[in-house]
Structures are given as structure tokens and as C-alpha cells.
């Protein structure tokens, strides 16, 4: 890393469908804080595959470069699930800040299904079914044309939050790691953002939009959404410099994007998996020392 470059102090790091979208977007607003354009740069986790356009060095620290004086972060939220991404960050930037933004595990993999079949990287479009498949697709049967990466698919494992979480804590201690709960960012943004702001240590004054952010999608045309997530036109487009492939690739996205509610989670289907995930509950609870009860319900 160029040691003159300006670097992130803090990382919004998952997990998927459980706000973390809105606080990148509520902290955005702050004047004292920096985020990029672009979100989920996917640049630490060797163990993660890369989303184009590909960042290497100088073009991830190039992100951070307009920041100023301001408090810089990012925010991918699968590096909640690789093994490799707490080290990576940890040696990049040994004082970083740790943002891990959680949720009823039923009702976040409810929602990224819905999300995985908006960018066609799922293909079954019953969340039942894509639960009765995650056997086949541990063993890298029945993928997708265009998944972006097969252990977005396991919905259980990204589910067990616990596992993820711990490794976070013990690479940097509990006093350098938020844990922010969906439900409470919900309930309570003013709240959750002015911690996150001293978390952070910015001032806790200004006050955001708490706009809805990131509501449910559906494409108008699966057939261009396809084409459009297709590895093919990704790599042809991101012959383009990386702001240029931003603009052209999310002006084409919002054209086929329109907006609906998301069906509601069958309640068989939901108690059947709280009942597989209690474990993982119980064993999160016991990490966090925070009652969970309220997921179960």
C-alpha cells in the first residue's frame, strides 16, 4: 500500500439486506464523513471473487482520494463471510472501525433471495424451493447461469450469523466493532446514527434524511437483467474507467428497475426456519450478550 494515500478508517462490513445500505447512505450526509460512490468495492478477501471493474491498489486507495480531512469508510457487506478479509483489513489498518449491521436471520434471507433473483445470480424463484437446493449447491449443483459467487447461495451459512461475527470480534476486539441490529436502526435511526457517529468520532449533531433506502425490486425485463448481470457484458464494460462504468452500468439498471412489495415470508416456511436456525440464535446471543427472543417469534 502507498503509505501516503489516503486510507479508510472504517468498514460497513454486512451483513446483506440488513441496513447497511441506509447507513451508508445516512452517513453519506455527514459532512464530517466520507464514503465513495461506489459501494461494495469487494477489494479485501482473497477469498471473495472480485467484482468488475477489478480494483487494484491505486484504484481502491483513488476512491478514498476526494476525502479531506473527513472520516473515510466503505461498506461490502460480504466481507462479514470471508475468512480472509478481518487479517487483510486488520494489516491494512490496524485502528480500523468495524460497522456489522444485523437482522432477523428469516426475514434478511428472505429478502436477499428476492434480491439474488432481481440480479438473476438466483434462478429459483420460490424462496422454499431455493432452501430445499442448498444441498444440491453445496455440491455445486443446480448454480445459476450468472451467480456471482456459489456461498451467496448457501442461505443457512449466511444465516449462522455467530461464526462470521466472532471472527470479526476476535481480529479486533470488541471495543473497535459495532453491532448494529436491523430491527433497532428501524425503530430508532436518530438513535442508532448518532452512536454510530461517536462510534465513529464525529460530531453526533447533524441529522440525515432517514428516507427509505433500497426498498424492493423486481426488473421490468428479466431478459435484459440477464444480459445486463451476464459476466460477458460486465467484462465488456468494464473496459471503461471505473466512474465511467458506474454511471453507464446504473443508468441502464434504474431503466429496469421498478419498484413492488415483496411477497410475504410464508409463515410455515418462516417457522421451519427459525426452527433450524435457533442454534445459531442462541449462540449469537451468548456472543453479543444481547436477548434475541424477538427473532424467534
Not at 44 to 65: H, K, M, N, S, T
Not at 245 to 266: C, G, M, P, Q, S
Request: glycine residues 4%; positive net charge.
Amino acid at each position: 500500500m502507498t503509505a501516503r494515500a489516503r486510507r479508510p478508517e472504517f468498514f460497513i462490513v454486512g451483513a446483506p439486506r440488513s441496513g447497511t445500505t441506509a447507513l451508508y447512505q445516512y452517513l453519506r450526509q455527514h459532512p464530517g464523513v466520507f464514503m465513495p460512490y461506489r459501494k461494495e468495492p469487494v477489494y479485501f478477501g482473497a477469498d471473495l471473487p472480485r467484482r468488475l471493474p477489478v480494483l487494484d491498489e491505486r484504484g481502491y486507495l483513488r476512491l478514498f482520494a476526494p476525502a479531506g480531512e473527513r472520516v473515510a469508510g466503505e461498506a461490502t457487506v460480504w466481507y462479514l463471510y470471508s475468512e480472509q478479509a478481518p487479517a487483510e483489513i486488520k494489516q491494512f489498518n490496524p485502528q480500523a472501525r468495524i460497522i456489522i449491521a444485523l437482522r432477523n436471520p428469516a426475514d434478511m434471507l428472505a429478502s436477499l433471495h428476492s434480491l439474488m433473483v432481481f440480479t438473476s445470480w438466483e434462478d429459483i424463484e420460490s424462496f422454499e424451493a431455493a432452501l430445499d437446493a442448498e444441498a444440491d449447491r453445496r455440491q455445486g449443483r443446480r448454480l445459476p447461469r450468472n451467480v456471482w459467487w456459489p456461498k451467496a447461495l448457501h442461505y443457512r451459512w449466511l444465516g449462522d450469523y455467530a461464526p462470521h461475527v466472532r471472527r470479526w470480534l476476535e481480529t479486533f476486539g470488541r471495543e473497535q466493532v459495532q453491532i448494529i441490529l436491523f430491527d433497532d436502526l428501524q425503530a430508532e435511526p436518530e438513535r442508532v446514527y448518532r452512536q454510530t457517529l461517536e462510534f465513529l468520532g464525529v460530531p453526533a449533531t447533524f441529522t440525515p434524511d432517514f428516507a427509505v433506502v433500497n426498498p424492493s425490486r423486481r426488473a421490468r425485463s428479466i431478459r435484459l437483467q440477464r444480459l445486463m448481470y451476464n459476466p460477458r457484458t460486465l467484462r465488456t464494460l468494464a473496459r471503461l474507467p471505473p466512474r465511467a462504468f458506474h454511471l453507464v452500468w446504473r443508468t441502464f439498471a434504474r431503466l429496469n428497475i421498478r419498484y413492488a412489495e415483496r411477497e410475504k415470508l410464508d409463515p410455515a416456511v418462516r417457522a421451519r426456519l427459525l426452527a433450524e436456525l435457533a442454534p445459531a440464535i442462541t449462540e449469537l446471543e451468548h456472543l453479543l450478550h444481547r436477548d434475541l427472543s424477538v427473532w424467534r417469534r
